[in-house]
């Protein structure tokens, strides 16, 4: 009997915040739904998907940023909600160097991408990431993965990339 695998899904936080808090992250409304059909897939254990603990610290920031509430509930809806489905990997010394290398191969005067940017790619790099998902403008052209927007992601779950 032939197991299907499923696709992982590196995301960025601005995928979480989409959700979270869609008005502080600008996001295009095709976006937004993107982001909630992937969250949904991931809750129904459709996809696996990984991330990095700066999502949480990106997060964190956006809710002190715009004086929201409430982001203890939404870090233990991603720790403890998604548990099993949602890897949140710390940063750790490799993760920072190659991060710094991705910075250094694509951070430019017309293209300020960040260490987080380099952190979100490493992550995707090192777990062999079907899709890294970002609306960062940065991150989608990288050449390391595949990257897409969330609105890119289907409708249906025969149009999953693998």
Known sequence: MATETKPTYCLDSNVFLAVIVPAATKSP??????AERLLRALERGEIRAVTSVMALAEIRWVFAREQKPGF????AALEDGLAGRLTILPVDADLAIASAAYR????????AFSYNDGIFL????????DVLCT???HLLQVSEVVARRPGAFPSDRG???R
């Open 135 to 137: 609306t960062d403008p």
């Open 72 to 75: 203890t509930i939404a870090r």
């Open 104 to 111: 250094g191969r694509y951070y430019s005067r017309s293209n």
């Open 159 to 161: 149009g999953l990339p």
């Open 29 to 34: 409304r095709e976006d937004v739904r993107g």
């Open 122 to 129: 490493a992550t995707a790099v090192r777990n062999q990431a």
